[in-house]
């Protein structure tokens, strides 16, 4: 960055024109835009889906190795995935951020081109938000807000006995991509001449710095006349979201090692590192992949999707939550999951 | 408080349990509320209408004397004061917050009675949000939203020239119950026996601490069958809304410092503090009071509800925005608001 303009300068009110200047509406359910009290959304008769994330800065992200474009890219992300998870389509987002005096209007433009493009991307419009000083760190709070056909909404709650446990993509990348950084972040604090070791790991640190979320899964659904028995998206990791769906849907289940989908790069990083592949890929977080349940005589229609595998089933509750590892051991499964406030 | 109980002892699901349980849904429009990847609402027809705001510890409060039951009623009802503001009635919130582990269970359970007690009033559901721990200060990040028949919102931009500029209640009352509480906190800084000197002192105390969002004033308007011609609430001060309202609607002003409503307790401390009421009035923000224009021929039928004052009228762009002082003098409108980036 050549040019360091203060955000100062513009003022709140300068700031949120200048951020919003060249953002256009994409969205016909986007009544009244950026600009006013509120935003006006009219979904003509779907229902409206809502969901909200907070990113904290040394909570949740570390700007020593996350570029703001695609921090800002993520921080739509994450809460896209969760409007899919209900099985609806994002329509709008709205963007809050608390800033210290140490982020730049260059900085911030960079943030903002990773906001625009995930709104490009999933075809959603930025409708409002607030813009705040901070005392300490960068402060991000995005709600997004989506539609779904009346009643099509899939909770977590609604598994059946005898489902089938499906889960998108692969998963643990997210977790060894963050492994990778915190450990390169290390030895360039001890050494700063030491420049990042990161060949070969481009796939888990794409996994961490840019997720993505599962659009193609929901439109792939609703060709394939598919509704998810229930839903949700693996953010703490899959032995967390399982529990979830488990609990909720008071069901038991019984989960596959050698059906859990880990990519060659994931496993050959988990070795490097001395890690189990298949631990990280349960308890590890931010995959931003969809885990759901369908009943058995859907099985057929998504054989042929290479970005979805059957891991286990669902059982009755009296069975518990069970892990069935390749050396034919039996285990119950448990969160390890990322705790917030065991930070 | 007589027991500390650390949030670290629940865990995030246990915390947000913990805070949700005794909450019951009254909207009709709330499908369904806390505990799944999103909520959904299904408005029937009507438009919904969202906005947001951030609430920072040491910018927007100050925890040394904003209690937090009064915080989490605040933090609810200036996020309701815009949905107001777009003649929309509020039906949601999600309510976000970041916590050090300053904040025990039992700071948290005030915090979220206050958020409650919002709630219940304005007839509101939680319906999502998102907990974690924070580096450094108390984070609220509050999104409302609310429905309003097809098209019947009221925007900024849409005053004409020969309207009426009416505000409700009256205007200085939060910005001279902070500068109270400022002098009060420095003074116990300095001297901690010295116990605070607030007597007479309630009503200014209470518009900071414990504003209220105009409700009334939007049921008075769906009675008496008026619709005003643009709308925004009072959060930076009438200088600057004023402003905001002309800019937007291609107009100028006038506005007369003989009709801005100021209650007699606010005149008193503003004199007592040395300071002018009718700038407290202009420039003092977070009344959250609602400004808003109004055909001429609706004067009639404001004329009885003495919560309403007109103080100005809307004029060519060509004339500036201007204010008439009691002694006779004409100044322009400038805009001094509060702005978190000059704190």
């Known amino acids: 960055m050549e040019n360091r303009t203060e955000i100062a300068e513009l003022g709140e009110f300068g700031l949120i024109d200048h951020l919003t ?71 709008q987002v709205t963007m809050s951020i608390g800033i210290s005096n140490r982020i730049s209007l260059e900085a911030l433009n960079e943030f903002y081109e990773g906001v625009f493009l995930a709104c490009e991307k999933h075809g959603v419009d930025l409708v409002g938000g607030d813009t705040s000083t901070s005392n300490k760190g960068f402060i991000i709070s995005v709600t997004a807000i989506g539609e779904v056909a009346p009643d099509k909404f899939v909770k977590r709650s609604t598994a059946q006995k005898g489902d089938l446990i499906c889960v998108s993509g692969d998963l643990g990348g997210a977790f060894l991509g963050l492994t990778i950084m915190e450990r390169e972040k290390k030895i360039y604090l001890e050494n700063s001449n030491i420049q990042p070791d990161l060949e070969n790991e481009s796939y888990i640190v794409g996994r961490l710095l840019k997720p993505e979320a599962r659009k193609d899964i929901i439109e792939f659904f609703e060709q394939s006349e598919i509704v998810p028995t229930s839903m949700m998206d693996v953010s703490d990791g899959i032995s967390s979201e399982v529990l979830h769906i488990c609990k909720q849907s008071s069901l038991g289940c019984v989960i596959y090692e050698e059906k859990i989908p880990i990519s060659d790069e994931s496993r050959q990083a988990a070795y490097k590192f001395g890690l189990d592949p298949t631990v990280c890929a349960l308890n590890g977080g931010e995959d931003y992949e969809l885990i759901f349940t369908l009943k058995q005589e859907d099985h057929d229609k998504i054989i042929l999707n290479e970005e979805i595998s059957v891991i286990g089933y669902m059982t009755d509750i009296e069975e518990g939550c069970k892990f069935h590892s390749k050396g034919g051991n039996t285990f119950n499964i448990t969160a390890q999951g990322w705790n917030a406030f065991q930070k």
Chains 1, 2 share one sequence.
Do not use: C, R, W
């Open 21 to 91: 200047k060249n953002f256009e509406i994409h969205n016909a359910s986007t009544v009244l835009g950026v600009g006013d009290d509120a935003a006006v959304i009219d979904h003509f008769g779907k229902q409206t889906v809502v969901t909200t994330d907070l990113l904290l800065e040394g909570i949740h992200f570390d700007l020593m190795y996350t570029p703001l474009k695609h921090l800002g890219y993520k921080a739509v992300i994450v809460n896209l995935s969760d409007i899919y998870a209900m099985n609806a389509m994002p329509t």
